[in-house]
């Protein structure tokens, strides 16, 4: 099955820097989301991006899906933004294969 | 709209039970999946329920099992619980089946095995 690579496992940031969360994935897609898991488990929906470049306020992120690979920015990070990133890719119905995720602590 | 819904939130079962998770999708959704995530393996795909049928379904053993309601609402079952099976168990909904629709998932139900 597809393998989903996401890069680095563990980011420390002092608040008010900014980062680069990188995900790959070894086959074709048609659906790429990337979630932030909060402290109680939920998921929470930051984009549905299966190529292109999208913004949301402080985030954005962008897929080439020709080389098989997506990145989250965040800019001006928040205390709030900790937490664990995952992107998550769909190769046939509605089934997503996560990657391990990446834990990010933004320090005060 | 209200988000996904899935009772109870926080469960305790003894090995050797069953148990009953219950999910309800976005409203107009008609696609439910399951997740199981735990610290070892991470977010894994159960199975997808679609129009009462399961439409795909992940390599867990039989003992889990899911059905579909009329009005879109899915259970899960694990039955002969076993310590391994504490985990937190995710549903997510979307408007259809198929892989060009968001997932939005509901908060959880974190099951514990004693």
């Known amino acids: 099955g597809i393998q989903v690579e996401q890069s680095p496992p563990d980011l420390i940031l002092q608040e008010g820097a900014n980062s680069t969360l990188r995900c790959n994935f070894s086959?074709?897609?048609?659906?790429l989301q990337w979630f932030h898991q909060n402290p109680w488990g939920q998921l929470i929906n930051l984009f549905y991006?299966?190529?292109g470049t999208k913004q949301n306020g402080r985030l954005s992120a962008t897929t080439v899906a020709t080389e098989r690979y997506s990145l989250l920015y965040i800019s001006s990070s928040q205390t709030t933004d900790s937490g664990v990133y995952f992107c998550?890719?769909?190769?046939?119905?509605?089934?997503?294969?996560f990657g391990e995720g990446t834990q990010l602590t933004v320090n005060p | 709209k209200a988000g996904v819904t899935q009772t109870p939130r926080y469960l305790i079962k003894t090995r050797g039970q069953q148990v009953t998770l219950s999910c309800s999708p976005i409203?107009?959704?008609?696609?439910v999946s399951w997740y199981q995530q735990t610290p070892g393996q991470g977010l894994q795909f159960l199975f997808e329920y679609f129009s009462e049928t399961q439409r795909n379904k992940g390599n867990f053993p039989g003992r889990f099992s899911g059905r579909q309601f009329s009005n879109s609402r899915s259970e899960m079952n694990v039955s002969t619980l076993e310590l391994g099976d504490s985990a937190l168990y995710l549903c997510?909904?979307?408007?259809?089946?198929?892989?060009?629709?968001?997932?939005?998932f509901g908060p959880g139900t974190r099951l514990t095995v004693t």
């Open positions: 998550a890719v769909g190769t046939s119905g509605s089934r997503l294969t």
């Open positions: 991006i299966p190529s």
């Open positions: 997510a909904s979307s408007w259809t089946s198929g892989v060009f629709y968001e997932q939005y």
């Open positions: 409203s107009g959704h008609r696609s």
């Open positions: 086959d074709s897609v048609n659906n």
